[in-house]
Every structure is written in structure tokens, then in C-alpha cells.
């Protein structure tokens, strides 16, 4: 391996080399979505930045027990719930199979656990009877309430003082807490309230309590990786970190990490601006691999703004891909000889694309740059096929080598180029032709007609129905092998 695995860590704010705590055993915990609502492009973001670390660091050799969690109950969901005259589990039921099924269709693995709050509430309340032992919460009330003052750490991981939170905290509406700072460990029920039986009396977890206790079930009292969105930090991961370091005495976790946020043309992306960009929708419009390769084309760490055009070259980057990666498995052995000048230049390109998509990965998880190297190497694949139509063994086998080395890397750490790209360019021309009224007949008729000009060298009418094509979004690549057609 070229170097170590270095990590952004959120909690130093500096990359560090990634040194697990019982290797190869390497425990990561994800919060996952609370479950009132459709997904949208930012869960889609985060289950596919971490889905990518789990298949790398298992690519690395590590094992890896993975924790995404579900909040299945939360004043959003109750008030869903209300509002649709539907039971509360009902709703969570409806918004976890969802995530679940899109996910899936995302290419997103399954963790190793999902659990899911209601679950686990006697784990939440021995949690919360530890953290009173230890003089760090207090009942109040029928609630019970974390005490920030009395964890010395608070505002490690965000890097914010007590003393600035606490001039410029609001005026908090609960006569319960000692403190505006102080979080609920457990909320008494309200009237028509879904409500658990507690020492404190009858009442339901805190949002942040949850995690806290299914992590230390899952993964002990010290996680090697913890990951979710940025706006996560505070007050959720902050809070997170006091709760459980209170209660074990030990360090929570040893590496953040937090995915960037998406923005909409430049703007923060929410339903109140009009401008919400759902899983389900975006699945309905394009292929899954389109919209991984979407999010993994900026580093994760950073902004990601959404737009039509984006998409749409993305889009036209994994056509392109697949086309390549097509026409590379038709190259056979046809004669004798060695490599001639475009596959070495090939041979020169893959031994390069190996270490540099790992080195890339290695630092910080820059799928970015990994894309990059990706496409370095079809840009070689293209220089190369003209010539593969005649080819010797040699470029044969490293036809059949690029391919394989491609789904090694990018499809199985990725998800991206790991399909079979006759598969892949057969069912996207069906389904785009569909979603754009197009017969595919109607196309290979034009494309006969073109070529059977091209051979009459009537290059009028062959460009006159390439620009026809091209009018209904049919994009047309001349190879060795025939005319190559997409729908864009």
C-alpha cells in the first residue's frame, strides 16, 4: 500500500493517520435518519460518502462492525402522525422501508446493524441511571436533564465555549432545566403521546440519547469512527460525546468525520425555499450510478451544490464510461504480436491508475481526486480502441485486465463502473428512450440509414440524421465496432 490511511478528524481538526483501536477490528457508527419524511439528496450524500469508507476500509483488510441507526420516534414524527391521523410506528415504518429500498437502489451496502430506538429504550435507561450516579444529570419534573456544567469537555468537537454558548443562548421556554444549555436525557409523555415506563415516570428518550446507548452496545465504549452530516457537530455530536464520555469515563470516540451539506443553485437546500431535491425523484430521472458519481466527484468534506446541468454531466461522464468499458470487453485476440504503441501507453496508464486511485482514497477519502485518476485512464482506453479491433494477444489480455481492474477498484469501493457494461448500456437505452417517448427502433433505423450514407460517402445525410439523432437527445459515437447511440 503507497501510505497510511489519513482521516480529517473533526474532534482535532487536523488529518491524522487512521490507527484503530483493536486492529483489524475497526467499529463505525453513522447516525442515520429520523424517520417522519421522504429521503433527500443530502441523506443520499451521507449514506454514500460512508458507504464508500466501509467497502474501502474492508478493501484495506479491516473487519468491520457498522452501526446506522434509525430514530423511529421524535415530536416530527408524532406530529406527522397527528396530522395524518396515522399511528406514530406507522409512519417510521413507511420512512425506514423507504430509506431502506432507496438506498439499496443506490448501491448503498447494508450495515452490519440498523437499530432502531424504540428498540432499545431499557439500554437508554440504565444509561441514564448511570449518568445520575455520576451526579451529571438531575430530575426534574418527571424529565430527566443532562448538566453541561458539569462535564468539563463540553464544546470540544465544535469548538465552542460554555461561556460563549451560554451569552448567547435564547430564552429557553422550559422551566425544567437549571440550565438554557442542559439537554433532555428523558421527556415525560404529553397527553395522546406515544410514552415508555420509566423510574421518572412514564415518557420517551432524548433525541441524543439514542445513539449513545445502541454505540456502546454495538461497539463498545469507545468507537474508532463516528460519521454524519455537518450540521451534526452541533448540537447532536456534542452533546453525544458528553453523555457517554460522563458515563464511562472513557474517550467516545477516536475519529469524526463529517460529511459537507448540499446546496440548490447556490442556496441551502430546503422545503420552505422550494427547492427540496428528493431520493425518489432523482432515482425516477436517472440511472443510481449517476447519482453517486454526482456525489463523488467533490471531496466530502466540501459544499455540493445541485443543479440540472451537474446532473446532466454526470450523466453524459458515466455514459461515456460505460461506452468505453463496452467496447473494451468486444477487444479479442485477432493476430500475433506484442504491444504496440497505444497499448503501451495503456499498460503505462493502468499501472499508474492503481496507485494513484489508492494514494487518493488513502487521503482523507478524496473520491474526488479517485474519479479523477478513473477517468485519466478511459481517456487512454479511447486512445487505444481504434486500434483494438486487430488486436494481438497481448492487448487482449490487457483489455481484459483493465476491465477487471476497474470493477476491482471503482466498482467495488466506489459502486461505480461494477456493472456489466452490456448490461448497463442495454437497460439505460430502454429506459431512457422510454422516459423520452423515443423507439429504439425507430433509432437503429436512422443509425442504418446513416451509415448506409457514410458508406455512399454522402456525408450531407449522414451528418443531416447524426443532428436529427442528436435534436431528440440520442448522441451518437463512431467506433471500430459500428455507431455507438445514447440518450441523454
Not at 484495506?60 to 402522525?81: C, F, H, M, Q, S
Not at 410506528?89 to 437499530?115: C, F, K, W
Not at 444509561?127 to 424529565?143: C, Q
Not at 495503456?346 to 474526488?368: G, H, K, V
Request: aromatic share 10%.
Amino acid at each position: 500500500m503507497p501510505n497510511a490511511f489519513r482521516i480529517y478528524n473533526t474532534l482535532t481538526r487536523r488529518k491524522e493517520v487512521f490507527k484503530p483501536l483493536r486492529p483489524p477490528r475497526v467499529t463505525m457508527y453513522v447516525c442515520g435518519i429520523t424517520a417522519y419524511d421522504e429521503a433527500h439528496l443530502g441523506h443520499a450524500r451521507a449514506a454514500v460518502v460512508f458507504d464508500v469508507l466501509y467497502r474501502f476500509l474492508r478493501h484495506l483488510g479491516y473487519e468491520v462492525p457498522y452501526v446506522r441507526n434509525y430514530t423511529d420516534i421524535d415530536d416530527k414524527i408524532i406530529n406527522r402522525a397527528q396530522r395524518e391521523g396515522r399511528s406514530w410506528r406507522e409512519i417510521a415504518e413507511q420512512y425506514i422501508r423507504e430509506y431502506q429500498e432507496e438506498t439499496a437502489a443506490l448501491g448503498v451496502l447494508s450495515p452490519t446493524h440498523e437499530p432502531r430506538a424504540t428498540e432499545h429504550i431499557p439500554e437508554m435507561i440504565a444509561l441514564v441511571e448511570r449518568l445520575l450516579a455520576r451526579g451529571v444529570a438531575y430530575v426534574s419534573d418527571g424529565e430527566v436533564y443532562f448538566a453541561v456544567d458539569k462535564f468539563p469537555g463540553y464544546g470540544k468537537l465544535s469548538g465552542r465555549r460554555l461561556e460563549e454558548m451560554l451569552a448567547g443562548a435564547r430564552v429557553e421556554v422550559s422551566e425544567k432545566k437549571r440550565n438554557p444549555l442542559d439537554f433532555a436525557l428523558w421527556k415525560a409523555a404529553k397527553p395522546g403521546e406515544p410514552y415508555w415506563e420509566s423510574p421518572w415516570g412514564p415518557g420517551r428518550p432524548g433525541w441524543h440519547l439514542e445513539c449513545s446507548a445502541m454505540s456502546l452496545k454495538y461497539c463498545g465504549e469507545t468507537l474508532d469512527l463516528h460519521g454524519g452530516g455537518l450540521d451534526l457537530i452541533f448540537p447532536h455530536h456534542e452533546n453525544e460525546i458528553a453523555q457517554s464520555e460522563a458515563a464511562t469515563g472513557k474517550p467516545f470516540v477516536r475519529y469524526f468525520m463529517h460529511n459537507g451539506l448540499i446546496t440548490v443553485n447556490g442556496e441551502k437546500m430546503a422545503k420552505s425555499l422550494g427547492n427540496y431535491v428528493s431520493l425518489k425523484t432523482l432515482l425516477s430521472r436517472y440511472h443510481p450510478e449517476v447519482i453517486r458519481l454526482f456525489l463523488l466527484t467533490k471531496h466530502y468534506r466540501s459544499p455540493l451544490d445541485y443543479t440540472e446541468k451537474a446532473m446532466a454531466e454526470a450523466e453524459k461522464a458515466l455514459y461515456g464510461l460505460y461506452g468505453s468499458l463496452y467496447f473494451l470487453g468486444k477487444v479479442e485476440y485477432a493476430k500475433e504480436g506484442g504491444l504496440r504503441k497505444a497499448a503501451k501507453r495503456l499498460s503505462e496508464a493502468l499501472s499508474r491508475f492503481r496507485e494513484r486511485f489508492l494514494t487518493a482514497l488513502l487521503d482523507d477519502l478524496n473520491t474526488a481526486e479517485a474519479v479523477g485518476t478513473l477517468f485519466n485512464l478511459v481517456s487512454e482506453v479511447n486512445r487505444f480502441l481504434p486500434s483494438a479491433r486487430q488486436a494481438t494477444v497481448e492487448e487482449a489480455a490487457l483489455a481484459r485486465e483493465v476491465l477487471a481492474t476497474v470493477k476491482e477498484l471503482s466498482g467495488e469501493i466506489l459502486g461505480i463502473a461494477g456493472s456489466d457494461p452490456g448490461s448497463f448500456v442495454e437497460e439505460e437505452r430502454r429506459r431512457k428512450a422510454a422516459l423520452r417517448g423515443i423507439d429504439p427502433q425507430e433509432i437503429e433505423e436512422r443509425l442504418a440509414a446513416r451509415e448506409e450514407a457514410r458508406r455512399a460517402k454522402d456525408f450531407t445525410r449522414a451528418d443531416a440524421l447524426r443532428e436529427e439523432l442528436l435534436a431528440q437527445g440520442v448522441e451518437v459515437r463512431d467506433t471500430p465496432w459500428g455507431p455507438f447511440w445514447m440518450v441523454l
